[in-house]
């Protein structure tokens, strides 16, 4: 196969990409833009910006577990403050297992986990469901 050159020498007034340049407000913006992505890069929760979770329950022996993927942050540890509420009212006495083995936590928020912090949140939001009990399997180092 016989490769062609995208563009002559003699013909190189406007590709889509000089259009754009030309269009833009100089290189401010580009750099502003390429810093930004740099640090989002950067940042610990980059790879993983999004929960993803399990609930799985099991009516007959009064568990419910929640499995969680991704990266914990303090920016959405209250979204899993919501499923643990949420599954603990499923039904009273109901056992409620927050797995996050599968998860990476940041340094911050790791003392958030422990099961007395959970509670105590939720009793503090006045949405506590009755007393359950909760275990955590934290996550990895």
């Known amino acids: ?7 002559s020498a003699g013909a ?3 590709s889509a990409r000089t259009a754009y340049r030309r269009g833009t407000a100089g290189l401010g913006a580009d750099s502003e833009e390429t810093m930004r ?4 890069a950067m940042h610990p929760s980059s790879s993983n910006r999004k ?3 399990l609930v799985s ?3 007959e022996a009064h568990i419910v577990r929640i499995l969680v993927h991704g990266c914990v942050s303090s920016v959405n540890l209250h979204a899993l403050d919501l499923v643990v509420r949420r599954a603990a009212t499923l039904s009273p006495g109901t056992n409620v297992v927050l797995d996050l083995s599968e998860a990476q936590a940041w340094d911050s928020v790791r003392t958030d986990l422990y099961p007395d912090s959970i509670t105590a949140r939720l009793t503090a939001q006045g949405a506590a469901p009755a007393p359950f009990p909760l275990g955590v399997i934290a996550p990895a180092p």
């Open 37 to 40: 992505r740099r640090a989002m």
């Open 12 to 14: 190189a007034q406007g």
């Open 51 to 53: 929960l993803k979770i």
């Open 57 to 59: 329950a099991d009516a």
């Open 1 to 7: 196969m016989r490769r062609r050159p995208i563009a």
